[in-house]
């Protein structure tokens, strides 16, 4: 079992709820209950469990994200509905998601470098801040009727950067704010919102769009993403623990955090785990073939908004119960599991001739989904040391965005050579085939224990 170095911190000198940005102290021997915290029993153990947001600098970030879940949402929703009313074309929709992914990739791998040399923090109000600016610039162009699609697609690929930039830095800080056994629940938390959003987000476009119109969606995210800027003025300083500050923050670094994933395997199985799951499993490119096909009898568009939530659902439901497995030691077994329990999901999604079948079985898909985020989220955590975290929540960020995309490409070619539901139920075999052969050829991912 690989466990990473950690800092040591005279526990006497630093806060007990982690808002001095010092590392977040530890609950003690494993089992243990920090002191103030007692055990949950009952049916509480089942529920959510939310101890950190008993940490008053975490509770501000978690909070932040409920507002911006939504409101990413209402902008995630305008961007391709304008470009579709400007061009009348799909294909100028799908250009544009290509259009910001170049700038994701590349911004997200260098922000885990520039997260790991220079004040979180600070990072975060910068990034978050051009976020809410980019929003108010989409509002602009949409007031005032300029109907470019290029302006358009530049503002996106600005605004993914932005986010490349910001999702290191973000996701890095938790280890910061919450102690070390509380990180999945901690996750799980901000998860939970996130795929809250996926759910509320574009049905509330859907029903503002007719009632304010379009370009208000932009002013609502802008305005949302001012209070994340005001939680992150409210967050401690959380400079590097080892004397990075200061250090440039250029491509050298970033291969440097590439050489330590591989050098730690435990890093490099679970980052292969998420991918094996999303290129072979994520059959979402032929949601609108199984719709307008197998489906049909139901209404093509009822069927096809039930393929879209289900996944999200499950997540959030997933989510809601996640005391049942946020407390889990064995972190790597969890997330072979979790991985596992989607591929087998998936193939009896595509075995299933009943919409509502199919819908079960995306939702407990979803679940599985929520459970590989929030153990694959603790490794990162826990088994980098602070001055690589940044590194690899970009590689992470990368990984997250990047594989679905090239599920995409996959599964819409298999769907057209072989039928959509061989194609997905082929998937989901393949995910179960790749992941029990990850498991058996390198151990090092399912002997990891927190």
Same mark, same amino acid.
């Given at each position: #079992?690989?466990?990473?170095?950690?800092?040591?911190?005279?526990?006497?000198?630093?806060?007990?709820?982690?808002?001095?940005?010092?590392?977040?102290?530890?609950?003690?021997?494993?089992?243990?209950?920090?002191?103030?915290?007692?055990?949950?029993?009952?049916?509480?153990?089942?529920?959510?469990?939310?101890?950190?947001?008993?940490?008053?600098?975490?509770?501000?970030?978690?909070?932040?994200?409920?507002?911006?879940?939504?409101?990413?949402?209402?902008?995630?929703?305008?961007?391709?509905?304008?470009?579709? %009313?400007?061009?009348?074309?799909?294909?100028?929709?799908?250009?544009?998601?290509?259009?910001?992914?170049?700038?994701?990739?590349? $911004?997200?791998?260098?922000?885990?470098?520039?997260?790991?040399?220079?004040?979180?923090?600070?990072?975060?109000?910068?990034?978050?801040?051009?976020?809410?600016?980019?929003?108010?610039?989409?509002?602009?162009?949409?007031?005032?009727?300029?109907?470019?699609?290029? /302006?358009? #697609?530049?503002?996106?690929?600005?605004?993914?950067?932005?986010?490349?930039?910001?999702?290191?830095?973000?996701?890095?800080?938790?280890?910061?704010?919450?102690?070390?056994?509380?990180?999945?629940?901690?996750?799980?938390?901000?998860?939970?919102?996130?795929?809250?959003?996926?759910?509320?987000?574009?049905?509330?476009?859907?029903?503002?769009?007719? /009632?304010?119109?379009?370009?208000?969606?932009?002013?609502?995210?802008?305005?949302?993403?001012?209070?994340?800027?005001?939680?992150?003025?409210?967050?401690?300083?959380?400079?590097?623990?080892?004397?990075?500050?200061?250090?440039?923050?250029?491509?050298?670094? /970033?291969?440097?955090? $590439?050489?330590?994933?591989?050098?730690?395997?435990?890093?490099?199985?679970? $980052?292969?785990?998420?991918?094996?799951?999303?290129?072979?499993?994520?059959?979402?490119?032929?949601?609108?073939?199984?719709?307008?096909?197998?489906?049909?009898?139901?209404?093509?568009?009822?069927?096809?908004?039930?393929?879209?939530?289900?996944?999200?659902?499950?997540?959030?439901?997933?989510?809601?119960?996640?005391?049942?497995?946020?407390?889990?030691?064995?972190?790597?077994? @969890?997330?072979?599991?979790?991985?596992?329990?989607?591929?087998?999901?998936?193939?009896?999604?595509?075995?299933?001739?009943?919409?509502?079948?199919?819908?079960?079985?995306?939702?407990?898909?979803?679940?599985? %989904? @929520?459970?590989?985020?929030?153990?694959?989220?603790?490794?990162?955590?826990?088994?980098?040391?602070?001055? #690589?975290?940044?590194? #690899?929540?970009?590689? $992470?960020? /990368?990984?997250?965005?990047?594989?679905?995309?090239?599920? %995409?490409?996959?599964?819409?070619?298999?769907?057209?050579?072989?039928?959509?539901?061989?194609?997905?139920?082929?998937?989901?075999?393949?995910?179960?085939?790749?992941?029990?052969?990850?498991?058996?050829?390198?151990?090092?991912?399912?002997?990891?224990?927190?």
């Amino acid at each position: #079992m690989y466990r990473a170095a950690r800092t040591v911190v005279d526990t006497s000198k630093s806060s007990t709820d982690g808002t001095d940005g010092a590392p977040a102290p530890a609950d003690g021997p494993a089992g243990a209950v920090a002191p103030g915290q007692p055990d949950r029993g009952g049916w509480r153990r089942w529920t959510m469990d939310t101890r950190p947001l008993r940490r008053p600098a975490y509770r501000r970030l978690w909070s932040s994200t409920i507002v911006t879940s939504v409101g990413s949402q209402l902008t995630a929703v305008a961007v391709p509905k304008q470009i579709y %009313d400007i061009t009348g074309s799909s294909a100028w929709v799908g250009y544009a998601s290509l259009a910001g992914l170049l700038p994701l990739v590349v $911004f997200a791998l260098w922000g885990g470098a520039v997260a790991d040399s220079m004040d979180r923090r600070k990072l975060l109000l910068v990034t978050n801040t051009g976020i809410a600016v980019t929003s108010l610039l989409f509002w602009i162009q949409a007031v005032t009727g300029l109907g470019s699609v290029l /302006v358009l #697609m530049v503002l996106l690929a600005l605004q993914q950067a932005f986010f490349g930039l910001n999702a290191p830095a973000r996701n890095a800080s938790i280890a910061r704010l919450v102690p070390e056994r509380e990180l999945p629940a901690a996750n799980a938390l901000g998860s939970t919102v996130m795929q809250t959003g996926l759910v509320a987000g574009p049905l509330l476009a859907g029903a503002l769009i007719p /009632v304010i119109g379009l370009s208000e969606l932009y002013l609502i995210d802008a305005l949302a993403l001012c209070v994340t800027v005001w939680a992150v003025v409210r967050l401690p300083p959380l400079p590097p623990l080892t004397g990075a500050a200061g250090r440039r923050a250029g491509w050298h670094e /970033v291969a440097a955090g $590439f050489r330590y994933i591989a050098l730690h395997k435990v890093l490099l199985l679970s $980052f292969l785990a998420d991918i094996i799951a999303m290129v072979f499993g994520m059959p979402r490119a032929l949601f609108p073939q199984l719709a307008a096909e197998t489906y049909a009898p139901y209404g093509e568009g009822l069927a096809l908004g039930l393929l879209f939530a289900a996944i999200p659902i499950g997540a959030v439901i997933g989510g809601l119960m996640s005391g049942t497995f946020s407390r889990a030691r064995r972190h790597g077994l @969890m997330v072979i599991a979790a991985v596992l329990a989607w591929g087998a999901a998936i193939t009896g999604f595509g075995l299933s001739d009943s919409l509502w079948v199919a819908v079960a079985f995306l939702a407990v898909a979803g679940v599985a %989904d @929520m459970v590989s985020m929030v153990f694959r989220g603790a490794i990162l955590l826990s088994a980098a040391t602070d001055e #690589m975290r940044g590194r #690899m929540q970009g590689v $992470f960020t /990368v990984v997250v965005a990047g594989g679905p995309r090239l599920a %995409d490409v996959l599964h819409g070619t298999a769907g057209s050579v072989l039928g959509a539901r061989t194609a997905v139920a082929g998937g989901g075999l393949l995910v179960i085939a790749a992941t029990l052969g990850l498991a058996a050829v390198t151990p090092a991912l399912r002997r990891y224990t927190a």
